[in-house]
């Protein structure tokens, strides 16, 4: 069966950040995208901030981020319900922003997303998110990748490249590939027996 990219249920943002105002990009976004996929999966994906088609509401289009992440997920033998997908910035941005006190200010709702959900698997995608989320802007995918990282002593981490950055430079996707491969490998591990393939 060829693969056929499709649009992820989302998860709608919880009350207290529907109209969250904490930076600038309250002023730019169309809306606060919370996250999409299965929200108790036990792998978190962090993209940087959402893309079009998520700030658009409702429409089924499925933009070039999502084809190239969902097929190599895909090929490595996940489903969309071993997902879930959320961002550095929760709101989309439109126009020049300062990009570190943003982040800065997000970064609550995701510790928020971490604390709640308590995926097992971290898999940050591209150096801004990769940076942002180490807390280290030297920090690069390309040395990075291929090794387990911990995160706050109860996530396992793993770092690719952004699908987007994938998708431009087509030379880049097998190393992508096997990223997702060392991901699923590890999650079939630590599934195995258990028949579930998700945290709760
Ligand atoms: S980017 Fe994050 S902190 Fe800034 S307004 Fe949107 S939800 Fe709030």
Redesign the pocket.
């Known amino acids: 069966m060829d693969f056929q990219a499709t649009s992820w249920q989302e998860e709608p943002?919880p009350p207290h950040?529907i109209n969250?105002?904490?930076?600038?990009?309250?002023g730019q976004?169309t809306r606060?995208i919370w996250g999409e996929g299965n929200p108790q999966a036990s792998v978190l994906i962090l993209l940087d901030?959402p893309g079009e088609r998520e700030n658009r509401d409702g429409e089924p289009y499925v933009c070039g981020t999502r084809q190239t992440l969902q097929k190599a997920a895909w090929e490595a033998g996940f489903t969309e319900n071993d997902l879930y997908v959320t961002y550095l910035?929760?709101?989309r941005?439109k126009r020049a922003y300062n990009k570190e006190k943003?982040r800065a200010?997000?970064r609550?709702?995701l510790q928020l997303q971490l604390d709640q959900k308590l995926p097992r698997f971290i898999f940050c995608l591209g150096n801004t998110a990769v940076q942002s989320f180490l807390g280290n802007p030297e920090a690069e995918v390309k040395e990075l990748r291929g090794t387990w990282l911990e995160a706050d002593g109860r996530h396992l981490l793993l770092v690719s490249y952004h699908p987007l950055a994938v998708r431009r430079r087509p030379n880049l996707y097998p190393r992508f590939a096997a990223d997702w491969k060392m991901l699923f490998d590890r999650y079939r591990q630590e599934h195995a027996g258990t028949g579930a393939l998700t945290n709760k």
């Open positions: 943002a950040a969250c105002s904490n930076c600038e990009l309250a976004r606060v901030n910035l929760k709101c941005p943003a200010a997000c609550e709702h």
